[in-house]
């Protein structure tokens, strides 16, 4: 039996890269996976890989409407809910100087505002022993060069956790927050390069790029009742990026 047997999990962003691989370990755990995102196409090759045991709802984490209709599947399918994997992000590059009104708000309406609605929204569903993970990132803690927006949403993820982890006292609900460092997706292997992803592996003293399997391991362990005594926490899979 598995650590996540018979519990149903949300996760956002859910169709490539994390999310996906936290969508496999988790039903490989026993979990039942809503996965949520914007790319139908992305979606339906997720539910192929992930079987039954998964159910795949398109839309936005920054549109009210569409999370609504993402718990309504939940509720009408499952009736209760005990993982919210709040994992939906973005993140582009602009140098100070350079930084536009619409930079600002694509990164923080995902990263920001889309990860409070995602939770907020999910609450009444939610009982003691449920579980709540944020996708924080190492650019939270130590900034990067143009990726000031992405680092500072990421900074305002770990301070959410903090803040609602004393909102939550008592309703046996627990929130945190995982931060990846450099972790070779399709997203960052497009985006990077041969070349890029070089320069990330030797930046970490482990000296390469974590595999989305090996965050999505740790996903399964603070939603599952081995962590049941964390809560505000930051747990950082990345190599040892930040933390030197």
Known sequence: MGKLEGKVAVITGGATGIG????????????????????????????AELGPNARAVQGSVSDEADLDRLYAAVKAERGALDIVFANAGTGSQSRLGEISVEHIDEIFDTNVKGTILTVQK??????????????????GTTGAPAFSAYSASKAAVRNLARSWAEDLKGTGLRVNVLSPGATAT?????ALGEAGQKVFAAMTPLQRMADPAEIGAVA?????????FMTASEVAVDGGLAQL
């Open 20 to 47: 996906r691989a936290a969508a496999r370990r988790f039903i490989d755990e026993g979990a039942f996976v809503f996965v949520f995102g914007r790319r139908q196409a992305a979606l339906d090759a997720a539910l």
């Open 122 to 139: 999910a609450l009444p569903m939610m009982g003691k022993g449920g579980s709540i993970i944020l996708t924080g990132s190492s650019a």
């Open 186 to 190: 399709e997203l960052a292997k497009e």
């Open 220 to 228: 399964a362990f603070l939603a599952s009742g081995d962590s049941s």
